[in-house]
């Protein structure tokens, strides 16, 4: 089976914020993105590009958003947060134990990224239990499902990818790669024709275009 292999078309380019360090975690909530940065989750506006509000939490890998609340990576566990008033009303242990990285929200659960294990979980958001392991052939840094089709970022030495995969086998079907030395830590779509891709110790997030199906 062929792969599709194109480079990534980045459109923008947002921060690096003050303050605001590195970037792990990414998600959307319809409206704006949301960046964690290690300290803080900050919310970004996609159209300016300024923050517009910061929840102080740890913040050192991946982030998801239900619809409702966001989920936040915090070392060993997986917070559940207000976004309006930045409380945890929920905690879970997250399955790799301090080694996870991506985050994601589809279908009820949540999709977590194992950097080192190449793997995807899906679990309950409820308990963390384990519902189901995907492999993959590279580290697994974010994660994202848009349109059915489930994608994760990957940074291995100094080459990074957007690659969309079959959720059955991991096997690889699409592969966007970045720029030689642009690194890919979070990922999340907006739902419609970007990606947003943390970059690390780069401390700012591009927009990718998502490529449309011929």
Same mark, same amino acid.
Do not use: K, N, W
């Given at each position: 089976m062929s792969i599709e292999t194109q480079a990534a078309e980045i459109v923008r380019e947002y921060g690096p914020f003050e303050d605001g360090g590195k970037i792990a975690g990414v998600t959307h909530d319809g409206t704006q993105i949301w960046a964690a940065t290690g300290p803080a989750l900050l919310a970004i506006d996609p159209a300016s590009g300024e923050p517009r509000q910061r929840i102080?939490? %740890?913040?050192?890998?991946?982030? #998801? /958003?239900?619809g409702r609340h966001l989920y936040q990576i915090a070392e060993a566990r997986i917070d559940k947060i207000d976004p309006a008033s930045g409380a945890v009303v929920a905690s879970i242990p997250a399955p790799g134990r301090g080694g996870d990285s991506g985050l994601a929200w589809a279908d009820g659960s949540l999709w977590v990224g194992q950097y080192?294990? $190449?793997?995807?979980?899906?679990?309950? %958001? #409820?308990?963390g239990a384990i519902r189901r392991t995907i492999e993959s052939n590279r580290f697994v840094t974010g994660v994202t499902w848009v349109d059915g089709e489930l994608w994760h970022g990957t940074w291995e030495d100094d080459a990074s990818e957007i690659r969309r995969i079959d959720p059955a086998d991991g !096997?690889? =079907?699409e592969r966007l790669q970045m720029p030689p030395g642009t690194g890919v830590s979070g990922l999340e !779509?907006?739902?419609?024709? =970007? /990606?947003?891709?943390?970059?690390?110790? !780069?401390?700012?997030?591009?927009?990718?275009?998502? %490529? $449309? $199906?011929?």
């Open positions: 102080e939490h %740890p913040a050192d890998a991946g982030t #998801a /958003f239900d080192r294990e $190449r793997r995807i979980y899906q679990i309950d %958001p #409820a308990t !096997s690889v =079907l !779509s907006d739902g419609a024709d =970007l /990606f947003y891709a943390g970059g690390g110790d !780069s401390g700012v997030v591009r927009a990718v275009r998502r %490529p $449309r $199906r011929r």
